[in-house]
Nanobody, 115 residues
Framework: QVQLAESGGGLVQAGGSLRLSCVISGGIIARNAMNWYRQAPGKQRDLVATVAGGGTTNYPDSVKGRFTISRDNAKNTVYLQMNSLKPEDTAVYYC?????????WGQGTQVTVSS
């Protein structure tokens, strides 16, 4: 059974950094698109980073230049490096693996950025 497990969230001051990790068990990520989403209370779950199976990355303007998604296929792990964090980055961050048949989701990890 495919499972995704996020870690690395926590409390950080504005301007600080965090690195989130997502370990996938029961599946191979190498040929799949991997994504990070976030959801703040009362708001829609939004995509914050994606890396396609071929390696292409994309980011929305809200995080571009501050966040970096990367993958280590040998470790079956995806990372989200977050720098220059802002209070508006506060949200639950979810790891997602998109395949042709299913979308798999982790349970989420809380990121809180204090002003």
């Amino acid at each position: 059974q495919v499972q995704l497990a996020e870690s690395g969230g926590g409390l950080v001051q504005a301007g600080g950094s965090l690195r989130l990790s997502c370990v996938i068990s029961g599946g191979i990520i190498a040929r799949n698109a991997m994504n990070w989403y976030r959801q703040a209370p009362g708001k829609q779950r939004d995509l914050v980073a994606t890396v396609a199976g071929g390696g292409t990355t994309n980011y929305p303007d809200s995080v571009k230049g501050r966040f970096t998604i990367s993958r280590d296929n040998a470790k079956n792990t995806v990372y989200l490096q977050m720098n220059s964090l802002k209070p508006e980055d506060t949200a639950v961050y979810y790891c997602n693996m998109h395949t042709w048949l299913y979308d798999y989701w982790g349970q989420g990890t809380q990121v809180t950025v204090s002003s």
